[in-house]
């Protein structure tokens, strides 16, 4: 299984843009790279998924380098309430078992 | 929308009592998984399932088992809950296909005393 790792922590201000990048060197043919959101008290929430080049959707863009063995989260003009823990995760379930693994997470804390 | 269902958000309990923590959902998913969430540990997969009566262990499976005896349904039990098992419990469920996210429910606190 794909291991990652991530920043523990980020702080950044309301308005800017912020990168969270992932490094996954193990990263298998199969795998894909999902990026979830939580807030306390809650349940990670699904944000955007990619495998090669980049994804965008209405929340977030994915970069992912040719050789894939990182990947960055962009949020665009962040505001307080993207305040959470981010995590990426690696992997394919179908080939794994269904086995999924999350990382430690990243902090993001937007300030005012 | 995916809805995941955990039937107690907080749940309270003593030391050695059989716990059960029931988790539902409502889009015919194939996966479904158990997770435990504690401070600077991150999230960590106890149990997991592909299918109806089906169970694969994930990275700590001990003091926990799990039943699935309907597509819908996945149980945790702790079958003699210790303190060391204080925790958020979070159930998520996943269509079988490799790139499916997971839907996580919002989870349950459960506090063993």
């Known amino acids: 299984l794909a291991k990652t790792t991530q920043p523990i922590s980020m702080d950044s201000y309301e308005g800017q843009e912020v990168n969270i990048t992932c490094s996954h060197n193990?990263?298998?043919?199969?795998?894909?790279i999902t990026w979830y959101q939580q807030f306390p008290s809650q349940g990670p929430r699904f944000i955007i998924q990619?495998?090669?080049t980049k994804v965008t959707n209405e929340v977030a863009s994915l970069f992912i380098p040719a050789d894939r063995k990182s990947s960055t989260l962009s949020l665009p003009r962040v505001s307080l309430s993207d305040t959470a823990v981010y995590y990426c995760?690696?992997?394919?379930?179908?080939?794994?078992?269904?086995?999924?693994?999350f990382g430690q997470g990243t902090e993001l804390s937007v300030k005012p | 929308d995916v809805k995941v269902t955990q039937s107690s958000r907080y749940l309270v309990k003593r030391t050695g009592e059989k716990v059960f923590l029931e988790c539902v959902q409502d889009?015919?998913?194939?996966?479904m998984f158990w997770y435990r969430q504690d401070p600077g540990l991150g999230l960590r997969l106890i149990y997991f399932?592909?299918?109806?009566?089906?169970?694969e262990k994930g990275d700590i499976p001990e003091g926990y088992s799990v039943s699935r005896e309907k597509k819908e349904r996945f149980s945790l039990i702790l079958e003699s809950a210790s303190t060391n098992q204080t925790s958020m419990y979070l159930c998520?469920?996943?269509?079988?296909?490799?790139?499916?996210?997971?839907?996580f429910g919002n989870g349950t606190r459960l506090t063993v005393t």
């Open positions: 399932s592909y299918d109806v009566k089906m169970k």
């Open positions: 998520a469920s996943s269509l079988w296909r490799g790139n499916s996210p997971l839907h």
């Open positions: 193990n990263i298998a043919t199969n795998d894909y």
């Open positions: 990619g495998y090669k």
């Open positions: 995760l690696v992997g394919d379930g179908v080939n794994q078992g269904g086995k999924l693994i």
């Open positions: 889009m015919d998913h194939e996966n």
